[in-house]
């Protein structure tokens, strides 16, 4: 989960922007929870009061409380709303994530997928099959992955089991997991082609892989990938690791070509990532 740093807001603004355009603006168009890209549609989280608020609504004193949701994580919330912000691991206020000893691990699993029908039996679709599956190493880290259903309500971790509807199943309403593996994927092909080259040449590639990495969004999946194909953590951070507002009193450093992953904190990359920096 790509740890936020919420940048300084001009009052003005806050009183005359929608808090949707404000967010997508400073930590980019994902969602702050699953790190799925948001297209169009979203909810925002204030997280003080654990309610919705509303998209189009300049957030005025509540800046500080706001996060962006994807439709389906939004989903989840409401499933579990019972749940406060305080015993969950939020990615503006904690490290949620960093190279080594993260609080929150993607790995390749071998999935048990078991499609069922109307009458909960198991459909000829059935099969083991490699999927991305998000870890929390602590209660609290944990407690996120299980509120905004990041892994969705299907999966068990521990049997490894996703026992999904049928037709959920055919129509990938809920995509989550297989659009996480696809970033992974691109990520491996990205480090194999890189892998190889001179650290000049591989500068030459920096610019498409932060494009290729914004339009699959999963952040963490990048950052994890490259980082155990190549171990080069100066190239890694030039991939992933977004601008922030270095000034209260600049404009604000929106989405696009030059900032792909806005808002993101720094901290992530840590020791022995420092170290083959610094190679």
């Given at each position: 989960?790509?740890?936020?740093i ?56 509540r ?91 299907y ?13 959920e ?47 699959t ?13 190549l ?5 890694v951070?030039?991939?992933?690791g ?13 989405f ?24």
């Amino acid at each position: 989960m790509r740890p936020l740093i919420r940048p300084t807001v001009p009052t003005e603004r806050l009183a005359n922007r929608s808090a949707y355009a404000l967010l997508m603006n400073v930590f980019g168009p994902y969602c702050a929870f699953s790190e799925e890209p948001l297209y169009d549609l979203a909810a925002i989280w204030d997280k003080r009061s654990n309610s919705e608020f509303r998209t189009n609504q300049p957030p005025s004193e509540r800046w500080n409380e706001l996060l962006l949701m994807s439709p389906g994580v939004c989903e989840a919330w409401r499933r579990h709303h019972d749940v406060q912000a305080s015993s969950l691991m939020l990615p503006d206020e904690e490290r949620t994530f960093q190279l080594e000893n993260s609080p929150f691990t993607y790995h390749l699993e071998k999935v048990n997928l078991l499609v069922l029908d109307e009458d909960d039996q198991i459909c000829p679709e059935s099969r083991g099959e490699e999927l991305v599956i998000v870890r929390g190493t602590s209660e609290k880290a944990q407690a996120t992955v299980e509120t905004f259903s990041l892994n969705t309500d299907y999966f068990n971790e521990e049997t490894n089991e996703l026992r999904i509807p049928l037709d959920e199943y055919l129509s990938r309403t809920n995509a989550l997991l297989w659009n996480r593996t696809v970033a992974w994927q691109r990520a491996e092909t990205a480090a194999k082609q890189v892998a190889g080259l001179s650290p000049a040449d591989r500068q030459l590639l920096i610019a498409q892989l932060q494009m290729s990495a914004a339009a699959t969004g999963h952040w963490s999946v990048w950052a994890t990938v490259l980082w155990n194909r190549l171990r080069d953590g100066a190239f890694v951070a030039q991939v992933l690791g977004g601008q922030t507002q270095d000034r209260p009193d600049r404009d604000l450093i929106g989405f696009g070509p030059h900032n792909e992953f806005p808002g993101t904190a720094p901290g992530w990359l840590l020791s022995s990532a420092l170290r083959a920096a610094a190679v």
